[in-house]
């Protein structure tokens, strides 16, 4: 039978198991209580009240060969059923309508609780840009609104 020596990693070992069990609790944690910075001001756009939040101030991040920012919209008044298309784009203006449709990125989704959106934006924010949110209803009415970016993700 083979003598094991008595060192410290033979002591203490079974302590980096231990700990490799109880890290992803730690991760569980932080996924069930997430913290998310405050939602901008609220809108009238047409029949719709739309607050935009960003979930992070990270920086953009590259999604299918283009830049994008996450956003959470909530419409606090106006159905959500009524719109037809709506889409979020981060610059010094408003994409065209056109534009918009060509790709699948900048597109609300979600439910009447809150719509998610990949908002189209540049590698880097300037002071200059700002939120630009356009929503077409099923008669054709095009409303906009825009917001000033947080002084937070200009300063990544």
């Known amino acids: 039978m083979a003598r094991v020596r008595d060192t410290f ?44 939040m960003p979930f992070d101030h990270n920086p953009p991040y590259a999604h299918h060969d283009e830049y994008v920012k996450d956003f959470l919209l909530t419409f ?13 784009n981060i610059g010094h203006a408003p994409l065209a309508m056109d ?6 990125s900048g597109i609300l989704h979600g439910s009447r609780h809150g719509q998610h959106v990949h908002g189209i934006a540049k590698a880097s924010f300037n002071p200059s840009d700002k939120i630009w949110l356009t929503i077409e209803d099923w008669q054709g009415q095009r409303y906009q609104a825009v917001w000033s970016l947080p002084k937070e993700l200009i300063s990544h």
């Open 9 to 52: 990693w033979q002591r203490n070992k079974f302590k980096l198991s231990g700990l490799l069990l109880i890290l992803p609790f730690w991760y569980l944690y932080q996924g069930m209580y997430p913290v998310f910075p405050p939602a901008l001001e609220s809108q009238q756009l047409g029949p719709f009240v739309v607050a935009p």
């Open 99 to 104: 534009v918009l449709q060509q790709g699948e």
């Open 76 to 88: 606090s008044k106006g159905d959500v059923a009524q719109v037809r298309q709506a889409y979020l």
